[in-house]
């Protein structure tokens, strides 16, 4: 094993979790450092983290290094958006044609602890808590440490260094500063907030269990996905400013007083709604763009240290899980375990390549749906529509509407987008033509 190569990936959350299980299984010698405690011992911090859904790239990945069945155990099935109107009344909008198709809920902690122990049951792979990296020499690689418990700094050093470690990634920017390293961030207007709907005193859900549901209310929204302990995690998207802002509500009564107005089937359903506000924190939403992902055959960028994204599609999580994918394909084919460092440069150009378009294009869907779901969804309009696609999708050969290319196949992003524009395309002059026909025959038979 003496010529087995190194890896130190920056971040124990949830794809530098997962991308460890891929490199062990390929062979690597796999260090992991996280800036938290392990949340296996200290517990999972909650307050501001969006429940996840995981779809069929996530599952994908997930299926390839035997990780499916578990996590899948772990998680609820979700079906269709349930709208939720002004005055309380629902109406379930099916995901897909076939019922059987659903994307599912699960805790972000349960999710890495998962990930987390089945790294570890790899013999290759060390785990490394409350490690915080303060500096990267890229060169090396290496990475600069700092022990949170102790206050002292080491060095990891490895033959590739993976930069895992979040939208605020430390990896991403020190290569920020090279030259010709494009990057941009953008800042929603919105920002969103956790909230908790338990269970009954029975311990029974207080809503619908498949679905995600959603309030709709135009320029802001709140959504609420289902948990395993039957309870649910609540999320709102507003402004942090305005009358509809974060600011506004000051006081407990003004929180209460605003939820019974806007929200009012679910305020009946929150006993702690105003401790909840004012402790929980409001987070910022942000989108990251940045090329390339790598740094010569030592440094790679993966999940939102490479496309942070809004989370208004579900799949950043799942982005993220496809890009261990990639990358392990990547590295299989060009590099190994074992191989030359040019291989190894050939490997991580080769994945940026490959990659980019897609982080490029989910970021653009993702930021697209959130008008769609806090807009639209609760307009009969958008169900018409919806109604129409379902049709299509089961009478009109080769049609797929752009939500089930997205969710439930793992066709590449950006071809996704382009297929689903082809095809309305498409099937706009279908009914253009047929229209004209119609009009042809009228005439015709006067």
């Not at 003496?2 to 796999?30: E, F, H, K, P």
């Not at 996590?71 to 349930?82: E, N």
């Not at 305020?267 to 506000?277: G, S, V, W």
């Not at 066709?411 to 047929?434: H, I, K, N, S, W």
């Amino acid at each position: 094993m003496a010529s087995q190569r190194s890896v130190c990936v920056i971040g124990g959350g949830l794809t530098g979790a997962l991308m460890a299980n891929y490199l062990a299984r390929a062979g690597w010698r796999v260090d992991v450092y996280e800036r938290r405690a392990d949340p296996r011992v200290a517990g999972f911090v909650g307050g501001r983290s969006i429940n996840l859904a995981i779809s069929e790239r996530g599952l994908d990945a997930l299926r390839r290094v035997g990780l499916a069945e578990p996590i899948l155990a772990l998680a609820l099935p979700m079906r269709g958006r349930m709208i939720h109107d002004l005055a309380g009344r629902q109406t379930l909008l099916p995901y897909d044609k076939d019922p059987a198709r659903c994307i599912n809920s699960i805790s972000r902690g349960g999710l890495n602890i998962a990930l987390l122990d089945a790294a570890e049951r790899h013999g290759n792979v060390r785990l490394h808590f409350e490690r915080t990296c303060v500096a990267i020499d890229l060169e090396a690689p290496a990475a600069r440490l700092r022990d949170e418990r102790t206050g002292e700094e080491l060095t990891a050093s490895a033959d590739l260094l993976i930069g895992a470690d979040g939208a605020y990634s430390t990896v991403r920017g020190v290569m920020q500063r090279l030259e010709r390293f494009d990057y941009s961030q953008a800042y929603l207007e919105h920002g969103y907030k956790e909230l908790h709907v338990p269970p009954t005193a029975g311990g029974a859900f207080q809503m619908e269990p498949n679905a995600l549901h959603i309030w709709p209310r135009r320029a802001f929204m709140m959504i609420a996905l289902p948990n395993t302990d039957r309870s649910f995690t609540c999320t709102c998207f507003w402004p942090f400013a305005g009358p509809n802002g974060f600011e506004r509500l000051r006081t407990a009564d003004e929180t209460r007083s605003y939820f019974r107005e806007q929200f009012r089937d679910a305020e009946a359903l929150m006993p702690t709604l105003e401790d909840d506000y004012q402790r929980n924190p409001t987070g910022a939403l942000v989108t990251v763009r940045c090329a390339p992902w790598h740094f010569s055959d030592r440094v790679v960028l993966i999940g939102d240290a490479a496309h942070a994204i809004v989370p208004f599609y579900g799949q950043g999580m799942n982005a993220g899980f496809e890009d261990c994918v990639e990358l392990d394909h990547c590295l299989r084919g060009r590099a190994g375990a074992r191989g030359a460092a040019s291989e190894l440069g050939a490997a991580l150009a080769e994945y940026s390549r490959r990659r980019r378009p897609n982080g490029d294009a989910i970021a653009d869907l993702a930021l697209r749906n959130f008008i769609e779901m806090r807009d639209h969804s609760g307009k009969r309009m958008f169900r018409l529509k919806k109604a129409i696609e379902r049709r299509l999708h089961e009478w009109w050969p080769g049609y797929t509407p752009l939500y089930t290319l997205i969710s439930f196949t793992t066709v590449p992003y950006a071809e996704a987008a382009q297929r689903a524009r082809r095809q309305d395309r498409g099937v706009l002059l279908t009914l253009l033509a047929l229209l004209l026909l119609v009009v042809a025959l009228a005439v015709w038979a006067t």
